[in-house]
């Protein structure tokens, strides 16, 4: 494990008015392109905590960043939004101040199976009761393991984060290098306090035997293990939505562009779960009306780069082959193409003309029997 550059620590000046994300200290960290693992939108939950007195441990992995009400109070104190415990508390008059090893804790189901890159921690509005220091820890069990199991001896946890101190009203990030698959996660707070959000960056890793007696299944999407490698454009919202799970509810749900002022096109490349044979397509511009993509044209390709000499017709330099030539898109509209035979790849690329956007690309197949073989042997390596 290493902790990211820089460090936060230490309370945040007291709100003031106006912004109050002005004093707000964060960074840029290198993983957070990557798929939030423990996103509600794909199955995560907060599923126990040891305390949550003045504010639900739910509130951990909302969408969107936190909100500050300053005028909000209820009758247990100030309401945060976030995940928020009562002052401990020494063992008496004599000994006031909880014992070192003292903390609260939060276990968290990720929403799909996954290897983890890097954690943010968010203390946003928390100034002078965020926790004094974090640790956090990851298992792997199947199934679905209720809290007592997840608790019981015997459960072997991975520390991801050792015990380090934070600040507060901060994005305090932590940089995992764990080569293996989790499932949960322990969040500790050192010895107590609030924490506003919870982000756990990564790849998800599900499970080839469920894949398997799918059979036909979404070969891209980000809980099936697809990912999006590369975008032109993430003005507006980032290209990852656009294999979300589900139908986008609204327009920033999706992936929509600046307004092109040159003669350009924009475009998506994605990574397959593995090499698969591609059969049907969905493209969605539901919530998408006055600045959907005009037209889209779908390209694949099948493991390194290839040559551009001597490549067959429908093919471009770099050994990409189009599969799906450029076809005007309705606003608010869910297009399906049935392709005319198989089309094995690993790699695709959407594009878009001339900018624009789209809310969801669905590609419908099966991984190839070599797709598979490596997929799996990736599970027992990752300890599946």
Known sequence: MNVSEPRFTGD??????????ADY?????PFTHLTDLADRRLGAGVTAANDEFFAERENLLKPGPATFEPERFGHKGKIMDGWETRRRRGSGGARPHPADTDHDWALVRLGVP????GIVVDTAHFRGNHPRAVSVEATALPGTPSPADLLADGVKWTVLVPRTEIGGHAANGFAVDAP???THLRINQHPDGGIARLRVYGEARPDPAWLAALGTFDVVALENGGRVEDASDRFYSPA??????GRSGRMDDGWETRRRRDLGHDWIRYRTAEQAEIRAVEIDT???????????ALWVRDGEPGPA???????????WTEILPRTALQPDTNHRYVLPAGVVASEV??????????????????????GAARLAARHRELGG
């Open 286 to 296: 539901a919530y998408l009306k006055g600045n959907a993509a005009g037209w889209a």
């Open 12 to 21: 945040a000046q007291p709100y003031g008015g106006g912004d109050p994300y």
């Open 114 to 117: 996954g290897t983890i890159r």
């Open 349 to 370: 690329r959407l594009d878009i003309f001339p900018d624009g956007g789209i809310s969801r690309l669905r590609l419908f197949g099966s991984l190839t029997r070599s």
């Open 309 to 319: 000499a001597g490549r067959a017709a429908g093919t471009e330099p770099g050994g």
């Open 240 to 245: 990852a939505h656009t294999i979300g799970p």
């Open 25 to 29: 200290r964060a960074a840029d960290f």
């Open 180 to 182: 293996r698959r989790f």
